[in-house]
DNA sequence: ACTAAAATGTGATATAGATCACATATCATA
DNA sequence: TATGATATGTGATCTATATCACATTTTAGT
């Protein structure tokens, strides 16, 4: 098993793993494939692997009290619910592909080994943690601050220069979707694009999209 | 110096160091104390600094696109702002003194020297850091997803039971500050706070407040 | 290719909660 | 203890956004 020995999607953490430690880990590591809207894994299903998404988009839920709420729409190469593996016996929330998945399930063994007797590794989990709660601060202060329309812009411009990198691409979402990760209606987030569409700021048909006038965009992002 | 070889309010993560590495820690580590209202640390400031609160209550806030969020309360003992010294040069958020607190302000050098070389340690961080962010998780879909009063119920049972531990207390937080913790406005608190004393929930006189019925705030904190 | 199911668009209506306006109470400091 | 500043309570609007209702389009399975 030379999986990880040659993997070319290794995480900054793995890049500090020597070539034994990185056989040890093509042993305890198993490689998935899941197609879109393929559940990862469940929320309060028992969480027991680290997960790795070598390639692929998906999003991060959890069940609200009122309804499903996207937490984050992760992209690979990144590491999927680690504080929920590591914080809670049970997964704290849901991953679901959105398009075609690479994943590798490592055992939490061998990674809370890597933590123990490397210690750059487990200085790079831990900064790759404190960044993703980071973001998290900013994306939960823009969700509960900002208005509808500036919570949907915002999205928008996180899929283009963030997910896609190009102005021009199909939505992996539906509206319903769109809905539960800007936290607005479905119907609403309908009115909102046909509104961006009607104002110019975009171009939309069905799921694809190209963003016209960034810099309005990027204005109703920022002023709610 | 020997305050941390002798200090009572060691973290989980500091029980695991040895007599050497606490005395290490005791000559680089400086003791302050704040007063209610003090700024502990500021947003944008540089980070240099891991904190750990011995005793007192925090305020974590940052300024969002609209107003000040409040993100969370925390009490002593505890590590603050791990996170923001290590995920980012410039703290994303600030502190603030509720009431008396004392801090310890720890170097970010020794900090990463003792992830490096004490694996037991580094390990109660990266727990330490999981559970946080799980806890934040369910705090932001909460205050996304239920309505006014739910948030403020859930407030008060938050500083009955987690951080108070009986159900006649002062509150530490202002109208205002409360309705930055809750997303609500200052006007909009007031009222459900009357409504909860006028249907016998609590019994409030300013900031002293007594809990009456647990049981239907906590029916409110539920169903929004 | 056909049909049921699911997703989407859009108007009308309802409402939670913000904002405004002002009265009252509490606090801080000279 | 007096006095300006700050915090709080409460009614009257106003508005963003949810909800409802239904037409239309798209998707998936046979």
New interface residues.
């Given amino acids: 098993m030379e999986i990880c020995k040659f993997c070319s999607k290794r995480s900054s953490a793995a890049k500090h793993l020597g070539n034994d430690e990185l056989e040890k880990l093509g042993h305890s590591c198993v490689e998935v494939s899941f197609e879109k809207g393929d559940i990862i894994f469940k929320q309060n299903a028992l969480s027991s692997n680290i997960i790795y998404v070598r390639e692929g988009l998906v999003k991060i839920h959890?069940a609200?009290?009122?309804?499903e709420?996207i937490?984050k729409i992760a992209k690979g190469p990144s590491y999927l619910g680690?504080?929920?593996?590591?914080?809670?016996k049970v997964n704290?929330?849901s991953a679901t592909a959105l398009t075609k998945t690479e994943v590798c399930f490592i055992d939490i063994h061998i990674f809370?080994d890597f933590?123990?007797?490397n210690?750059?590794f487990?200085?790079e989990?831990?900064?790759n943690?404190?960044?993703?709660?980071?973001g998290?601060?900013?994306r939960?202060?823009?969700?509960?601050?900002?208005q509808s329309s500036?919570r949907v812009a915002e999205t928008l411009l996180f899929f283009a220069d963030e997910i896609f990198k190009t102005d021009t691409f199909d939505l992996p979402l539906s509206r319903h979707e769109l809905g539960d990760l800007t936290?607005n209606s479905r119907e609403n987030v309908s009115r909102i694009l046909s509104d961006f569409n009607n104002e110019g700021l975009i171009n939309i048909s069905g799921k694809s999209i190209q963003i016209l006038n960034k810099e309005k965009l990027f204005m109703i992002s920022?002023?709610?």
Wanted: glycine share 10%; charged share 20%.
């Fill in positions: 959890m609200g009290p009122e309804r709420q937490l680690i504080p929920t593996t590591i914080g809670d704290n929330y809370k933590i123990s007797t210690s750059e487990a200085y989990i831990i900064v943690l404190c960044k993703n709660e980071l998290h601060f900013h939960c202060v823009n969700q509960l601050q900002k500036g936290g920022r002023n709610g």
